[in-house]
């Protein structure tokens, strides 16, 4: 099972850009779809994208779709958030996490269920 280390949260000004890491700890992150999701403080975890294990397939969330991008560097077990044009409804704690099952599975779970592993999260505000 692989150990998830987020990196990268902040404050930033609405418009602006964040790039968010996770570190993977395990053998078998290359073998493993990655994803991000997010809750804030009033609302249910909810799904943000993921990415397959060789970078082939992704699946975003219709709010973040051409604002954020996903990545991966499988020789550096980490896989990257790039958001971009922040908007204050994006303030949220980023979850990353891992799974066996395809991309859209993960885009479709029930508030993330049925994930490898988590990570602790890491803070993203947006001030307007």
């Known amino acids: 099972q692989e150990q998830l280390v987020e990196s990268g949260g902040g404050l930033v000004q609405a418009g602006g850009s964040l790039r968010l890491s996770c570190a993977a700890f395990?053998?078998?992150?290359?073998?493993?779809?990655m994803g991000w999701f997010r809750q804030a403080s009033v609302k249910e975890r909810e799904f943000v994208v993921a990415?397959?294990?060789?970078?082939?397939?992704?699946y975003y969330a219709d709010s973040v779709k051409g604002r954020f991008t996903i990545s991966r560097d499988n020789a550096k077990n980490t896989v990257y958030l790039q958001m971009d044009n922040l908007r204050p409804e994006d303030t949220a704690v980023y979850y990353c996490?891992?799974?066996?099952?395809?991309?859209?599975?993960?885009?479709?779970?029930?508030?993330?269920?049925?994930?490898?592993?988590w990570g602790k999260g890491t803070l993203v505000t947006v001030s307007s």
């Open positions: 990415i397959s294990g060789r970078s082939s397939q992704t």
């Open positions: 996490a891992a799974s066996s099952g395809t991309v859209r599975a993960m885009g479709v779970s029930t508030r993330g269920a049925g994930m490898n592993a």
């Open positions: 395990g053998s078998t992150f290359s073998t493993q779809s």
